[in-house]
């Protein structure tokens, strides 16, 4: 596994802070420049039905600016992360780079985000990977895709690298790029919980709020019970985890999504791994525990906190050029 040195973010001084990094990554500013951009695409809402009978959305874009005629043989599928959207700021401003730059993208809803409570009756938990890549296939496959470049935020670049070293074959995925994927989610967990507690109030908010609209559609008095006497991040995960889904612990199920080891050994495609040692999330040091791949290029910056890489006040990021940057090289 070969990690870039010569490729660093640096933001201007009043930005070094992984906080504020991480802040900004889908809120001020950013969130401002991209709820402007979101009224400027014109991008068809879908439903994406797979074989197995899994209803996913989706938000797909294509580009009026042809660069060069053999980009329209590439499809871009970008992957929020855990209670994002195909609307948080992150997707939509990176979207709106690879558009101008001639690429056409579909900014896929996992189970349960964006607003779709009511299309599956299973609840969503990070094994569900297959749903995902069937989604892909399906959309890939109706539209007369050849190529996927596909891309992930957070646990979405978590999800990416999975279906990439699954399935990268089967959807012709010429290229990956994941910006702070959780490694060793056990871990990402334990650092979480000692982090600053915006990120728990955030994160334990939204699942909370997720859980209430999912029991508006389907009613469930054990899952209300639940959700009425666990308060905190770690309540709810010792009390839902073995409720929802087949594992017994939080611990079990976090170590069924690692990425550690031998896991991404069968990546045979370009990919990039994005990470900060800011991150206030991701513990970046996990990056070690993924054995070696040549396939697999890392880059570790000293700033960029949790998806952010702001690069200015005005909340634009550097990971919209550098999205574009990479995936240009792979069609």
Not at 92 to 103: H, K
Not at 155 to 182: H, M, Q, W
Not at 212 to 235: D, H, V, Y
Not at 237 to 264: C, M, Q, V, W
């Amino acid at each position: 596994m070969r990690i870039s040195e010569n490729i660093q973010f640096k933001p201007p001084f009043m930005l070094r802070n992984g906080h504020i990094q991480s802040i900004m990554a889908s809120t001020g500013p950013r969130r401002a420049l991209a709820d402007k951009m979101l009224a400027n695409l014109h991008s068809e809402q879908l439903t994406i039905k797979t074989e197995a009978g899994v209803a996913l959305t989706a938000d797909f874009t294509t580009s009026n600016r042809i660069v060069d005629r053999n980009r329209k043989n590439f499809l871009v599928v970008l992957l929020h992360g855990w209670e994002g959207s195909s609307k948080s700021a992150y997707i939509v401003t990176t979207t709106y780079t690879l558009l101008v730059n001639g690429f056409d993208v579909l900014r896929l809803n996992f189970r349960d985000h964006g607003d779709t409570h009511q299309l599956n009756k299973d609840i969503f938990n990070s094994t569900r990977i297959d749903e995902v890549g069937d989604a892909i296939k399906t959309f890939k496959f109706q539209n007369n895709y050849e190529n996927v470049l596909l891309g992930g935020f957070s646990l979405g670049g978590n999800f990416a690298l999975r279906i990439s070293a699954d399935r990268g074959e089967e959807l012709s995925i010429k290229a990956t790029l994941a910006v702070c994927p959780p490694i060793d989610p056990n871990n990402a967990m334990k650092k979480m919980n000692k982090s600053f507690f915006i990120y728990h109030y955030y994160f334990i908010t939204k699942w909370r709020k997720s859980l209430q609209k999912k029991l508006a559609f389907f009613p469930n008095p054990s899952i209300e019970k639940l959700l009425k006497n666990n308060k905190t991040l770690s309540e709810m995960n010792a009390a839902f985890i073995p409720a929802l889904t087949e594992y017994k612990s939080p611990e079990e199920y976090f170590k069924s999504y690692e990425l550690i080891g031998d896991r991404l050994c069968n990546i045979k495609s370009p990919t990039h791994l994005i990470m900060s040692l800011d991150d206030p999330i991701i513990p970046t040091e996990d990056i070690h525990q993924i054995n070696e791949n040549p396939f697999i290029n890392r880059e570790v910056h000293h700033f960029g906190g949790h998806c952010g890489f702001i690069e200015n006040m005005s909340g634009e990021s550097w990971l919209q050029t550098r999205f574009v940057e990479l995936f240009e090289r792979y069609i």
